[in-house]
């Protein structure tokens, strides 16, 4: 579970959004009364993203010149005192004319401090952005004075300045990018030479090699190293887990080697829903196991200590697996044609395995606690499979106290009108689901859907008991509000083409919002990261790709956005196909806006672009493509020059070993060697070059080396931990790109139809966990539908076809589909409904239009470039 999508689904019920969408006016999310206050004369108030930034002007009323980077101050704050603190350093930095930003809402408060958040931003309240090492050390004295005994969480990526709430850090004021040594445009400072390179925000306190850590901060450096663990009692041996509130970490007991678990929390952070930190949080585990003691179910308690001002829990450790980890091993689904026998074998052992879970429960709620997170991760069982125990009692109340949920995974959080005992048998009602179809986080979109997951699994696992799955959609939608919805005609099956095609489209288009500069559809979080609006795997561009290859009518509206947005696009956007400025350019060209799309190419030439990564995704391979296709298409020789230095540079790279074994480098379409191999093809089919497609060959042959073949004979790309089926990431997409060149190098069909044919199996498994191109099963639809290797590929197809609607929902009375984590519906093209509109488009209509860009369907008559 992605723990970043959380805090995105606070702010609506349908979509992912940014925190600070929360209304100002809402009496529920108010602003500081100092963030209600006039922009002083001579200054500049902006807001961005969860920041109001002050800003002195000059007189000529743009921004007074000042560093572009330098020491900047946080100050760190609580939900309590954050007001107050706001209020003091207003009123310090505003006579001196020192420019300084702050979270303008507690709400925003609470969220940068909630025990997901980042753990790099963790507790920066206010920035201020001081002239020089002079005045740092200034204000470092004087705020510090006015700010003594105000407490704060600690910010782990900075320097204290002794024992208040001020910390330091060097880094950029003004926005500059860089190209990094992974070839992604990354924030950026100037080194001691002038040169550009990446501002590391990592959650640890580091200095430049470049820069001094200044005089007066020395004392504060000794004293961040005082604090050791080599006086206690515990050896660390490993961490298995980190969050904003503090980590995990396996050890053990050196006065009589047991193994044990030690907990750690650090105060002010790590906030739960009800506000309490994470050492208040680790205080409730410790009474609540000491409560449990002897049950039998839970770890028994060892020990309790403080070291710094970060509390320890100490205990057992338990041996056994945790339940989410079976999934991959035992469920029957996870191959093309499942085995009867296994599949009983399989609804047995979850119905027992549920059973020892509510007695486990029961033991719980009988010494008078509530679990508050019970969910597959929580749930330990023991070696011989024979008992289980709960972990994670941090969210854990006395059952008298009739509590609302504060902490819970997504797949498992009750609804508002469950309190005390009822949200654990909320929980245990939605572990009978998620033990099957382990999708249940669309129910934090709509619990009505948990009757359609039961009538699959009925279907899928004719041996569990009905009673078993009626019990628990009635608990999951008990005292569910009907909700006025359209005619069920104008819901559709994804197989009923033209419909479902005209009710995505008509879903997409309500949900834009031309009046936003961020983002033109929802999508996925990855949006509202710097340019991901526009884009084409997450933004407004793949969107409008997919409706014109679809053939839905253009939405001219959108067009005029995306050109809006890119005249000049923003600062920091990404250069590639799929992450950033070519994407958009690739897109643009198609649907007739030449111009614009020379324009943000021109852009992108001026950028240090030899030095991006080589994959497709945001690197050479995409950027490539782009540059040979608007060379086809309008004649100019500099692009043509480009695109061939593109792909000379990676017949270069490609001619020296991997820097990286096999199960450690990424493999697939998007970030793996198959990008590259692709438009060494396209290339090769532009130019006829000599060298590029046996430069193609050897790329595809180091992402095969990546993958493994199962027992089923499913070909995926094996990262040691996991294996990928998948079109972005997984075997999928290789395949897309080993069917190309198969056709190229005939030798190839049978070296590699064997491989092919694995890739083919590995598409075809009953159940993907998500419905999305690049990792679910409407990449598995694509690919099957333009596949040329040998077989009838027609029931597998339709099969898959049929499994997309097991994730089918509705969004105003329309067919759309949740995005990445499926904690929200999504729009864009990456991870949700258009993306599932192109694949559907591309196996239903059999459209030659819906194919992803570079990837035209198999057969179609080539001429040089023109596989767009």
Same mark, same amino acid.
């Given at each position: 579970?992605?723990?970043?999508?959380?805090?995105?689904?606070?702010?609506?019920?349908?979509?992912?959004?940014?925190?600070?969408?929360?209304?100002?006016?809402?009496?529920?999310?108010?602003?500081?009364?100092?963030?209600?206050?006039?922009?002083?004369?001579?200054?500049?108030?902006?807001r961005?993203?969860?920041?109001?930034?002050?800003?002195?002007?000059?007189?000529?009323?743009?921004?007074?010149?000042?560093?572009?980077?330098?020491w900047?101050?946080?100050?760190?704050?609580?939900r309590a005192?954050?007001?107050?603190?706001?209020?003091?350093?207003?009123?310090?930095?505003?006579?001196?004319?020192?420019?300084?930003?702050?979270?303008?809402?507690?709400?925003?408060?609470?969220?940068?401090?909630?025990?997901?958040?980042?753990?790099?931003?963790?507790?920066?309240?206010?920035?201020?952005?001081?002239?020089?090492?002079?005045?740092l050390?200034?204000?470092?004295?004087?705020?510090?004075?006015?700010?003594?005994?105000?407490?704060?969480?600690?910010?782990l990526?900075?320097?204290?300045?002794?024992?208040?709430?001020?910390?330091?850090?060097?880094?950029?004021?003004?926005?500059?990018?860089?190209?990094?040594?992974?070839?992604?445009?990354?924030p950026?400072?100037?080194?001691?030479a002038?040169?550009?390179?990446?501002?590391?925000?990592?959650?640890?306190?580091?200095?430049?090699?470049?820069?001094?850590?200044?005089?007066?901060?020395?004392?504060?450096?000794?004293?961040?190293?005082?604090?050791?663990?080599?006086?206690?009692?515990?050896?660390?041996?490993?961490?298995?887990?980190?969050?904003?509130?503090?980590?995990?970490?396996?050890?053990?007991?050196?006065?009589?080697?047991?193994?044990?678990?030690?907990?750690?929390?650090?105060?002010?952070?790590?906030?739960?829903?009800?506000?309490?930190?994470?050492?208040?949080r680790?205080?409730?585990?410790?009474?609540?196991?000491?409560?449990?003691?002897?049950?039998g179910?839970?770890?028994?308690?060892?020990?309790?200590?403080?070291?710094?001002?970060?509390?320890?829990?100490?205990?057992?450790?338990?041996?056994?697996?945790?339940?989410?980890?079976?999934?991959?091993?035992?469920?029957?689904?996870?191959?093309?044609?499942?085995?009867?026998?296994?599949?009983?074998?399989?609804?047995?052992?979850?119905?027992?395995?549920?059973?020892?879970?509510?007695?486990?429960?029961?033991?719980?709620?009988?010494?008078?606690?509530?679990?508050?997170d019970?969910?597959?991760?929580?749930?330990?069982?023991?070696p011989?499979?024979?008992?289980?125990?709960?972990?994670?009692?941090?969210a854990?109340?006395?059952?008298a106290?009739?509590g609302?949920?504060?902490?819970?995974?997504?797949g498992?959080?009750?609804?508002?009108?469950r309190?005390?005992?009822?949200?654990?048998?909320?929980?245990?009602a939605?572990?009978?689901?998620?033990?099957?179809?382990?999708?249940?986080?669309?129910?934090?979109?709509?619990?009505?859907?948990?009757?359609?997951?039961?009538?699959?699994?009925?279907?899928?696992?004719?041996?569990v008991?009905r009673?078993?799955?009626d019990?628990?959609?009635?608990?999951?939608?008990?005292?569910?509000?009907?909700?006025?919805?359209?005619?069920?005609?104008?819901?559709?099956?994804?197989?009923?083409?033209?419909?479902?095609?005209?009710?995505?489209?008509?879903?997409?288009?309500?949900?834009?919002?031309?009046?936003?500069?961020d983002?033109?559809?929802?999508?996925?979080?990855?949006?509202?990261?710097?340019?991901?609006?526009l884009?084409?795997?997450?933004?407004?561009?793949?969107?409008?790709?997919?409706?014109?290859?679809?053939?839905?009518?253009?939405?001219?509206?959108?067009? $005029?956005?995306? /050109?809006? !947005?890119? %005249?000049?696009? +923003? *600062?920091?956007?990404? &250069?590639?196909? =799929?992450?950033?400025?070519? #994407?958009?350019?690739?897109?643009l060209?198609?649907?007739?806006?030449?111009?614009?799309?020379?324009?943000?190419?021109?852009?992108?030439?001026?950028?240090?672009?030899?030095?991006?990564?080589?994959?497709?995704?945001?690197?050479l391979?995409?950027?490539?493509?782009?540059?040979?296709?608007?060379?086809?298409?309008?004649?100019?020789?500099?692009?043509?020059?480009?695109?061939?230095?593109?792909?000379?540079?990676?017949?270069?790279r490609?001619?020296?070993?991997?820097?990286?074994?096999?199960?450690?480098? $990424?493999?697939? /379409?998007? !970030?793996? %060697?198959?990008? +590259? *191999?692709?438009?060494l &093809?396209?290339? =090769?089919?532009?130019?006829? #070059?000599?060298?590029?497609?046996?430069?193609?060959?050897?790329?595809?042959?180091?992402?095969?080396?990546?993958?493994?073949?199962?027992?089923?004979?499913a070909?995926?790309?094996?990262?040691?931990?996991?294996?990928?089926p998948?079109?972005?990431?997984?075997?999928?997409?290789?395949?897309m790109?080993?069917?190309?060149?198969?056709?190229?190098?005939?030798?190839?069909?049978?070296?590699?139809?064997?491989?092919?044919?694995?890739?083919?199996?590995?598409?075809?498994?009953?159940?993907?966990?998500?419905?999305?191109?690049?990792?679910? !099963?409407?990449?598995?639809?694509?690919?099957?539908?333009?596949t040329?290797?040998?077989?009838?590929?027609?029931?597998?197809?339709?099969?898959?076809?049929?499994?997309?609607?097991?994730?089918?929902m509705?969004y105003?009375?329309?067919l759309?589909?949740?995005?990445?984590?499926?904690?929200?519906?999504?729009?864009?093209?990456?991870?949700?409904?258009?993306?599932?509109?192109?694949?559907?488009?591309?196996?239903?209509?059999?459209?030659?239009?819906?194919?992803?860009?570079?990837?035209?369907?198999?057969?179609?008559?080539?001429?040089r470039?023109?596989?767009?």
């Open positions: 579970m992605d723990k970043r999508y959380e805090v995105y689904a606070l702010a609506d019920r349908h979509f992912y959004e940014t925190p600070d969408r929360f209304s100002a006016a809402d009496e529920q999310t108010p602003l500081f009364e100092t963030a209600r206050r006039a922009v002083p004369e001579g200054w500049d108030a902006a961005t993203g969860d920041w109001l930034a002050l800003t002195p002007l000059g007189t000529d009323g743009a921004p007074a010149p000042g560093p572009a980077q330098g900047k101050i946080h100050a760190s704050a609580t005192n954050a007001a107050q603190i706001a209020e003091i350093v207003w009123e310090y930095c505003v006579p001196r004319r020192i420019p300084f930003k702050f979270v303008p809402g507690p709400h925003l408060v609470h969220l940068r401090n909630a025990k997901y958040a980042p753990r790099g931003g963790s507790g920066k309240f206010v920035t201020l952005y001081p002239a020089d090492e002079d005045q050390h200034l204000v470092l004295r004087e705020l510090g004075d006015l700010l003594k005994g105000f407490e704060g969480p600690y910010i990526s900075d320097l204290r300045w002794e024992d208040g709430p001020l910390y330091v850090r060097y880094g950029a004021f003004a926005r500059s990018f860089v190209v990094d040594e992974r070839g992604s445009l990354v950026a400072v100037r080194d001691g002038g040169r550009l390179v990446p501002d590391l925000r990592t959650p640890a306190f580091q200095v430049p090699e470049w820069v001094t850590l200044p005089d007066f901060l020395q004392p504060q450096l000794a004293a961040r190293n005082t604090t050791t663990v080599g006086e206690l009692p515990y050896r660390i041996d490993k961490a298995l887990h980190f969050s904003n509130g503090g980590g995990v970490y396996v050890g053990t007991d050196t006065r009589d080697g047991r193994r044990v678990v030690l907990k750690e929390a650090r105060p002010h952070a790590g906030l739960a829903a009800d506000g309490a930190d994470a050492v208040a680790l205080r409730r585990e410790r009474d609540a196991l000491e409560r449990l003691s002897g049950t179910v839970v770890p028994e308690v060892r020990d309790w200590f403080t070291l710094g001002d970060h509390s320890f829990l100490v205990m057992d450790f338990l041996e056994g697996r945790t339940l989410n980890s079976f999934f991959a091993e035992r469920h029957p689904l996870l191959t093309a044609d499942p085995d009867p026998a296994a599949v009983a074998d399989y609804a047995a052992w979850a119905v027992r395995v549920h059973g020892l879970v509510e007695r486990a429960v029961r033991a719980v709620h009988e010494r008078g606690i509530v679990f508050h019970l969910q597959v991760f929580n749930i330990m069982v023991a011989d499979e024979e008992s289980v125990f709960l972990v994670d009692f941090e854990a109340a006395p059952a106290e009739q609302r949920q504060v902490v819970a995974h997504p498992f959080f009750a609804p508002a009108d309190t005390g005992l009822d949200v654990d048998r909320y929980a245990l939605c572990l009978r689901l998620a033990l099957f179809l382990p999708v249940t986080t669309l129910f934090v979109v709509d619990r009505g859907k948990a009757a359609h997951l039961a009538e699959v699994i009925a279907g899928q696992f004719p041996d008991p009673r078993f799955l019990e628990a959609v009635a608990e999951i939608t008990r005292d569910v509000t009907p909700r006025p919805s359209a005619p069920a005609s104008t819901f559709v099956e994804p197989g009923d083409w033209p419909h479902s095609r005209d009710s995505m489209v008509k879903g997409i288009l309500a949900s834009a919002t031309p009046e936003r500069t983002r033109l559809f929802p999508g996925d979080i990855a949006q509202f990261s710097d340019g991901g609006g884009g084409l795997a997450y933004g407004a561009a793949g969107v409008l790709y997919a409706l014109d290859a679809v053939g839905a009518d253009r939405y001219e509206e959108g067009e $005029r956005w995306l /050109l809006a !947005r890119t %005249a000049p696009p +923003p *600062a920091g956007t990404p &250069l590639g196909l =799929y992450d950033g400025l070519a #994407g958009v350019a690739h897109v060209n198609r649907l007739g806006h030449r111009q614009r799309a020379l324009d943000l190419m021109d852009a992108v030439l001026k950028e240090r672009w030899q030095n991006l990564s080589s994959d497709l995704r945001g690197g391979a995409g950027l490539g493509l782009v540059l040979g296709e608007l060379a086809r298409t309008t004649g100019e020789p500099e692009l043509a020059e480009r695109a061939t230095e593109a792909a000379a540079l990676l017949v270069q490609l001619s020296e070993p991997p820097a990286q074994a096999p199960r450690e480098r $990424r493999a697939g /379409l998007l !970030r793996g %060697a198959s990008g +590259p *191999a692709l438009f &093809l396209r290339e =090769y089919e532009r130019t006829g #070059g000599d060298g590029l497609l046996a430069a193609a060959g050897v790329a595809l042959r180091r992402d095969l080396e990546c993958c493994a073949t199962g027992e089923s004979g070909v995926e790309v094996h990262e040691g931990w996991r294996t990928l998948y079109l972005g990431d997984g075997s999928a997409g290789i395949g790109v080993l069917d190309d060149y198969a056709g190229h190098v005939p030798d190839a069909a049978a070296e590699f139809e064997a491989v092919r044919a694995g890739m083919v199996t590995a598409a075809s498994s009953r159940f993907y966990a998500q419905p999305g191109l690049f990792q679910g !099963r409407a990449g598995m639809i694509l690919h099957l539908a333009r040329s290797t040998p077989g009838d590929h027609a029931q597998r197809l339709a099969g898959q076809i049929a499994g997309l609607g097991w994730l089918a509705s105003e009375g329309q759309a589909f949740p995005g990445q984590q499926m904690m929200r519906l999504s729009m864009d093209l990456g991870t949700g409904t258009a993306g599932c509109l192109l694949a559907l488009g591309a196996a239903v209509d059999r459209r030659e239009s819906a194919h992803l860009p570079f990837l035209p369907p198999l057969g179609r008559p080539t001429e470039g023109s596989a767009t």
